[in-house]
């Protein structure tokens, strides 16, 4: 039962890490074919983006912990649990460089100051701050 969990938890938690970045106009609702699909086309994402091949490289790394047999449960499990965290890991990774790109493209252009002679760009905080 607690493969059955784990298996869960990881779809909670892959699910969790991109919606939570609030990047995206419509959620993930599944780890499906179907449903990555349609994420991908509602939100208008490239389908080769490395964040798609990733959750799809991740839903069949899942599908297959799910229909292994209970007789060939051994190491293979172990290393594609391990794969899934690892997975898990670098979805983390992905997402957040995404949002960090779209807050680059949403700061406004002309926000500089000069300093030295040197052009400075400034964070919008920084600029609230009088810095």
């Not at 892959?14 to 599944?30: G, K």
């Not at 839903?59 to 047999?69: M, V």
């Amino acid at each position: 039962m607690s493969e059955f969990n784990n298996r869960i938890t990881a779809q909670r938690d892959a699910l969790a890490i991109v919606n939570s970045a609030d990047i995206y106009r419509e959620p993930l609702l599944s780890l499906t074919e179907k449903a990555i699909n349609r994420w991908v086309s509602t939100n208008g994402i490239i389908v080769t983006e490395s964040i798609v091949l990733l959750l799809k490289s991740m839903s069949g790394t899942l599908f297959f912990l799910a229909n292994k047999s209970q007789e060939q449960i051994s190491e293979d499990y172990e290393v594609l649990s391990k794969k899934v965290d690892e997975q898990l890991f670098t979805l983390k990774l992905e997402v957040a460089n995404k949002a960090l790109q779209r807050t680059r493209v949403m700061l406004p252009q002309n926000n500089h100051k000069q300093i030295t002679g040197v052009r400075v760009k400034l964070n919008p905080l920084a600029s609230a701050l009088k810095v």
